[in-house]
C-alpha cells in the first residue's frame, strides 16, 4: 500500500481498496491458471486510481518483489555453495563452436542498440512511467510505514 501511495499522492488509497483487489487476486489464483488474478488485481488498480498506468503498475510490483528476491538469492546461493560441484557446468559447445556464439553476441548487441535507436521516444515515456511505480525506492522511510 505504501507503493501505491508513494507513487501516486495526490490519490487517496485506502485499505479497503488494496484489500479488496488482493482478495480478488487471491480468489482467482486459486482456481485460475497463470496468476490470472495478480494481473485483474493490476487492472483494478489502474482503473481506481487517476493517472495509473499498467506500467507504472508493473514496476510497484518488480519494487514489492525485491526484498523477496534477495532472500531468495540467497538462499540459492546458500544451496549451490555448500554442495561440491554445483558449479561445474560444461559449456563444450561455446568452446567447439566460439565463432558462431561470438557471432551471435555481435548480433544481439547490433539489435539491442538498433531498437534504442528506433524506439528511443517511446522508451522514454516507458522510463517516466516506471518511474512512478519505483517512486517508493526515492524515500525508503515511507516504504517502512513513515510518513505517508
Request: charged share 10%.
Amino acid at each position: 500500500m505504501a507503493i501505491l501511495r508513494v507513487a501516486y499522492p495526490r490519490v487517496e488509497i485506502t485499505v479497503r481498496l488494496v484489500v479488496a483487489a488482493y482478495a480478488t487476486a487471491v480468489a482467482m489464483n486459486s482456481f485460475l491458471p497463470a496468476n490470472i488474478g495478480t494481473w485483474v488485481m493490476l487492472i483494478m488498480f489502474m482503473t481506481v486510481i487517476a493517472g495509473a498506468t499498467f506500467t507504472a503498475m508493473i514496476s510497484g510490483i518488480a519494487v514489492q518483489k525485491i526484498p523477496f528476491s534477495i532472500f531468495n538469492i540467497a538462499v540459492y546461493l546458500y544451496l549451490f555453495l555448500s554442495v561440491a560441484g554445483s558449479f561445474s557446468i560444461k559449456l563444450s559447445w561455446l568452446a567447439d563452436h566460439w565463432v558462431l556464439a561470438t557471432a551471435i553476441a555481435a548480433a544481439a548487441v547490433f539489435l539491442a542498440l538498433l531498437a534504442t535507436r528506433i524506439f528511443r521516444k517511446q522508451w522514454r515515456k516507458l522510463r517516466e512511467q516506471l518511474f512512478v511505480g519505483g517512486a517508493v525506492l526515492r524515500s525508503p522511510s515511507r516504504a517502512r510505514g513513515g510518513a505517508v
